[in-house]
């Protein structure tokens, strides 16, 4: 029964003649289910088909394609992805029919000066690792799909006859999770479009270190091997890093990574991102008596020693960027000291009058200076708290 009243409503919403609203300014995007994914063995966690939300371009951007993977955190174990397969992470079944399309997505020409009128496709996240898995759990009494790369491959093929494979130009982004699976998808996705064509790709807190928390334990990398060998993704890492590491997992990093990757790439991501800040450098594991809660919420309660462990975490990023920051002649990045996470999203941290900026520039002025190669495009902040134009208002 409950299928049932399910499978009609996602017919209803993939043949409805309106795939677009206006709520007051707010533009809404109706979601596109992906009919020939089964075939393909493309299928969230539940086995449920993925989707898409597509607003066709226009004018001078009509032949332009902006792809963004949705974010949403992961699962690593089959607990967590049994719970996350009940979910609008894990099933199309949970998922918001209408999408909010701000910021980067933004049809608004003042709102989002340089891709405003390009096809604006948000790439829905159903798999839980990064749209880069390729596997299936079966026990006989549970089944979960780990096929986040067949889906990223099917959807890609149902895009490529709307007219992506007749780009001119393309963007590859994708914030959080979904920033991470740019940096394994960006030089495949060039390959897909004309060999003419303007590809480039941007992580938008994407760039998940392969840092110690505070007690110099290796959280995130123990997170990230258990989830890479769960949902079998290490048959799909770059190649060229898996073979120049003894162990292969790291290479789900994007600092392992990043130097493999040729397509032109730019890394938009806070110095103290507050995902890696509250589950890589803080996890609750790390800190069971909770003395970083206040610091935690607001980084003016942080004490000296806190601030430091902080700016330890800038520093490793920093470090860990500077080859990129060096050599990459394509490269852009945008490193700034506010307490974010995801700023390509929303419209006031991406552009706006009270918008973060680095020399006065907004993200979405560097990442359109870089795109359009208009400017130097590599910023980097100083150090908290010596940006005024951050909010720091930790969610
Ligand atoms: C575009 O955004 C500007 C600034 O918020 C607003 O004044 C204008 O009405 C918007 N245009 C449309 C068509 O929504
Ligand atoms: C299959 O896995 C689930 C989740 O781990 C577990 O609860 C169940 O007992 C397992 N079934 C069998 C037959 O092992
Ligand atoms: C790429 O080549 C095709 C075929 O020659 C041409 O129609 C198209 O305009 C070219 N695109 C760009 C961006 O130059
Ligand atoms: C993209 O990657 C997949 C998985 O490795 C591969 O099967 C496919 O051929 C690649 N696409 C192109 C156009 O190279
Ligand atoms: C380090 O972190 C991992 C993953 O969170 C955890 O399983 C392990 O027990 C931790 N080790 C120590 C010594 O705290
Ligand atoms: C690995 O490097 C070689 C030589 O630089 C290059 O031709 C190849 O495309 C790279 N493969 C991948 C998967 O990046
Ligand atoms: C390039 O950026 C600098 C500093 O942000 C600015 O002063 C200059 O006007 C920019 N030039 C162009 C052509 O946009």
Redo the contacts with the bound molecule.
């Keep these: 029964m409950n299928g049932i009243v399910v499978l009609a409503l996602a017919a209803f919403v993939t043949f409805a003649p309106w795939r677009v609203r206006s709520e007051g300014q707010r533009l809404q995007v109706g979601m596109t289910l992906v009919r020939n994914a089964r075939s393909l063995g493309a299928l969230c966690l539940d086995g449920s088909l993925p989707a898409y939300h597509l607003h066709k371009g226009f004018g001078a951007g009509a032949n332009n394609w902006l792809l963004q993977f949705e974010g949403g955190g992961w699962c690593n174990d089959i607990q967590s992805c049994l719970e996350r397969a009940k979910t609008r992470h894990g099933s199309s079944r949970y998922m918001n029919r209408w999408e909010v399309f701000s910021g980067i997505l933004s049809n608004n020409a003042s709102l989002n000066p340089d891709f405003y009128n390009w096809n604006r496709v948000k790439l829905r996240y159903c798999d839980g690792a990064s749209f880069v898995g390729n596997t299936i759990f079966n026990n006989g009494t549970s089944l979960l799909y780990f096929k986040g790369q067949k889906i990223w491959e099917a959807i890609i093929h149902d895009l490529l006859p709307k007219g992506l494979g007749k780009a001119r130009k393309a963007l590859l982004s994708g914030c959080s999770a979904g920033g991470l699976a740019t940096f394994h998808h960006c030089d495949n996705f060039t390959k897909y479009l004309p060999n003419n064509a303007s590809v480039k790709c941007l992580s938008d807190a994407g760039f998940f270190l392969d840092a110690r928390d505070i ?1 110099l ?3 995130m990398r ?2 990230f091997k258990s989830l890479v060998s769960l949902q079998g993704v290490e048959q799909n890492l770059n190649r060229n890093c898996t073979s120049s590491l003894f162990f292969p997992d790291l290479c789900f990093f994007p600092q392992y990574t990043l130097k493999y990757i040729s397509t032109p790439y730019f890394i938009l991501n806070s110095a103290y991102d507050v995902f890696q800040f509250h589950h890589s450098l803080v ?1 609750p ?1 790390a800190d069971p008596r909770g003395h970083w809660n206040h610091c935690k919420l607001n980084p003016k309660a942080c004490n000296p020693s806190q601030l430091n462990k902080l700016q330890g975490f800038r520093h490793y990023m920093l470090a860990t960027l500077r080859p990129f920051y060096i050599y990459s002649g394509r490269g852009g990045m945008y490193i700034n000291s506010c307490f974010a996470h995801c700023q390509s999203e929303s419209q006031d941290t991406w552009f706006g009058a009270d918008s973060p900026r680095i020399n006065s520039k907004t993200i979405a002025e560097a990442v359109g200076d870089w795109y359009f190669s208009r400017n130097r495009s590599k910023e980097i902040d100083c150090a908290y708290p010596c940006d005024r134009t951050c909010k720091n208002l930790i969610p």
């Design positions: 007690t334990n290796h959280t123990f997170f996890p594991s």
